[in-house]
């Protein structure tokens, strides 16, 4: 039963069911995905299965089959796009953990630190071209149509790195430069799988923008929620360090409000991310950023965007049982803790 609107961001929980959606989307498009890695170079096949093999909740391919039935015709005709979307996570995966010089995903070894940083380049490389094979391989219009938003959203999603990695080399940003960041990063995948699927499902382009605007939100505050787990979560629970994106000195958003909050707060934590950290550092980094009341700030953002998100299956007329399942995805999504 989905629970009442008037507090979307629901308490962080250990454990948290997997909406029923996400178990049918894992059915339909775990073969099918499988199906396309088998159309890889063999050199690559094994590389990517290791990835693969990590698990995943299929988020983005469970967004792409909802909004398909959403518009009216099922979700079948629409697991190409629910394959490509996957691919293009994917392979953002594999070359995120390059530039963060991360060694493990999911309690695994990452695709670079078990195969080398080439393997896990071209990998990607490859993931991202397969994508489109996939949905390009029967051209018709929506096909076409599909393609043309993966390929902007897949733009945006590179843009967002591209200035996630600027930040580095700047000593502060904004919240909202940071909140801007995350649209491309993280919104811009999430509102395409929603509108790829609404256009493959026949939904008009009113009903495919809504759509894909309650994807960016809901992008935006899955990402606030990640940026949360960055600096506050469980090294058993998210299978990195304590303070990781501390520790890699990350401008997030948790450091990007502390900085906008002035004072001691921000002249301190701006000290102490200009050097290498040590756990002492990311120990009083994360006292000051608690104390300055950053941890309810970013999950307050994430509420804003979580309600805009779920505002927006509202802006048009859909299938009754599919917007429900749109909001139990939105709730999953945002309570997750790894």
């Not at 967004?63 to 039935?69: F, I, K, Q, R, S």
């Not at 490859?126 to 959203?153: D, F, I, K, S, Y």
């Not at 809504?210 to 939100?217: F, K």
Request: proline share 4%.
């Amino acid at each position: 039963m989905t629970a009442p609107l008037t507090s979307p961001l629901p308490a962080r929980a250990s454990s948290v069911q997997v909406p029923d959606a996400l178990v049918r989307a894992a059915q339909l498009v775990a073969p099918a995905l499988a199906a396309a890695v088998d159309q890889l170079d063999p050199a690559l096949r094994e590389p990517v299965r290791h990835h693969l093999a990590g698990g995943a909740k299929f988020v983005r391919a469970g967004l792409v089959l909802l909004a398909a039935t959403a518009a009216g015709e099922g979700d079948r005709g629409a697991v190409p796009g629910a394959v490509a979307i996957e691919l293009v996570h994917n392979y953002s995966l594999l070359h995120d953990d390059i530039i963060d010089h991360d060694r493990e995903r999911r309690h695994r070894p990452t695709v670079w630190a078990q195969f080398g940083e080439s393997v896990a380049i071209v990998a990607g490389d490859a993931l991202a071209g397969l994508a489109m094979q996939v949905l390009l391989e029967t051209p018709t219009a929506r096909r076409v149509e599909a393609a043309r938003r993966l390929a902007n959203a897949n733009q945006q999603m590179i843009a967002g790195q591209a200035a996630d990695m600027a930040f580095e080399a700047r000593g502060r940003v904004t919240v909202a430069e940071c909140l801007e960041m995350e649209r491309g990063k993280t919104g811009a995948l999430l509102a395409a799988s929603c509108a790829i699927g609404a256009v493959l499902g026949g939904a008009s382009e009113v009903t495919a923008d809504a759509l894909s605007l309650y994807g960016e939100h809901l992008g935006i505050a899955f990402q606030a929620v990640d940026d949360v787990l960055g600096v506050w979560g469980e090294p058993a629970v998210t299978g990195k360090p304590v303070g990781a994106d501390l520790l890699a000195r990350k401008k997030a958003l948790p450091v990007a409000v502390a900085f906008e909050r002035g004072g001691p707060v921000a002249e301190e934590l701006s000290a102490i991310l200009s050097h290498p950290l040590g756990t002492g550092d990311v120990a009083r980094a994360t006292a000051l950023m608690e104390e300055a009341g950053v941890r309810d700030a970013v999950i307050a953002i994430a509420d804003e965007h979580l309600r805009t998100a779920l505002g927006a299956l509202d802006l048009v007329d859909i299938e009754t049982r599919s917007k429900e399942q749109l909001v139990e995805i939105a709730r999953y999504v945002t309570a997750r803790d790894r």
